[in-house]
């Protein structure tokens, strides 16, 4: 990647052997704003867990944070995250990010344009299964995501086999263009045609993004193929949370609030410095 060329300031990805910190990582934002894209996960990343998917908190001043960081980069943040777009702009409101949304399945590009997946009739009707089913498992929650769909165990750990079942049918009966992507106490079935790291790569080609040391940040199995992407591409990864997960990225940081406070001090910080 040209992430610059022959000048003495130019970003370097960190070296294959790469042992340091986030804080290392996140300094070259620091020093070169205007050659930096973040690509951020949202839940467990920005956000802390929680028991069910719309009890998640958005910490006040986070989305406000969010848009001085865009700014700052010339609008080279973007959310990559299993949520729908719909549901990304409801929870940073009034701000409107860049967001690769279900996994990829679905972009808003930085000059506003729109990438929908098409529903099949076997996918609409999987979906309806698997609410009718999931009514039966008591703390099992079902949501719908329009081009995905997830069965949520995190209340009811015992229902993971059968969730587990439930979700190899429904991917059986709407065949290839559909698949699962197993998460954190989740299953879902989303576009097979899609993932983070494919929504990274189109990012990547966009302005303002084009050109830029790219810097992924995530805590869960769909985000490691947005570190790959990142990694190839010279730049960097940071996965959040439990340490002792297999990763691709380069660094971790500890939970969301340590991630979140240092986004905050970057967006802080006075042009220049
Ligand atoms: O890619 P992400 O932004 O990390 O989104 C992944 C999934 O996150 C949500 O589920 C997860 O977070 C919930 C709230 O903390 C939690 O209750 C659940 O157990 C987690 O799996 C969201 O509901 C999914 O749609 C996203 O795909
Ligand atoms: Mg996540």
Redo the contacts with the bound molecule.
């Keep these: 990647m040209n992430i610059d060329d022959e000048s003495e300031t130019a970003v370097r990805p960190p070296p294959p052997d790469f042992n340091g910190s986030a804080l290392e990582i996140f300094s070259i934002i620091e020093q070169q704003p205007s050659r930096s894209a973040l690509y951020l996960?949202?839940?467990?990343?920005l956000?802390?867990?929680?028991?069910?998917?719309e009890?998640?908190v958005v910490p006040p001043g986070l989305a406000d944070q969010l848009a001085a960081l865009a700014a700052k980069l010339d609008g080279a943040v973007a959310?990559?995250?299993?949520?729908?777009i719909a549901?990304v702009d409801a929870l940073f409101e009034p701000h409107r990010f860049p967001v690769a949304g279900?996994?990829g399945a679905e972009m808003r590009l930085p000059d506003g344009g729109l990438v929908e997946p098409a529903l099949s009739s076997a996918f609409l009707a999987a979906k309806e299964e698997l609410r009718a089913r999931s009514k039966d498992l008591e703390g099992v929650?079902f949501?719908d995501?329009g081009a995905?769909v997830?069965l949520?165990f995190?209340l009811a750990s015992h229902h993971e086999a059968v969730v587990g079942a439930l979700m190899q049918q429904a991917a059986a009966s709407t065949g290839e263009h559909w698949a699962l992507?197993h998460?954190?106490?989740?299953v879902?079935l989303k576009p097979a045609r899609s993932g983070?790291g494919e929504a990274l790569e189109r990012l990547m080609g966009t302005a303002p993004f084009r050109g830029r040391y790219p810097i992924a940040v995530?805590?869960?199995l769909?985000?490691e193929e947005m570190f790959a992407v990142a990694a190839a591409a010279g730049g960097a990864a940071i996965r959040v949370g439990d340490a002792a997960a297999p990763t691709a990225a380069h660094a971790w940081i500890g939970s969301p609030n340590e991630l979140r406070r240092l986004l905050a001090s970057i967006a802080r910080q006075p042009e220049g410095k």
């Design positions: 996960d949202i839940d467990g990343t956000l802390d867990i929680a028991p069910t998917p009890a998640i959310l990559v995250t299993g949520r729908s549901r279900l996994h929650i949501e995501k995905a997830a949520h995190r992507q998460g954190k106490m989740v879902e983070k995530g805590d869960d769909t985000d």
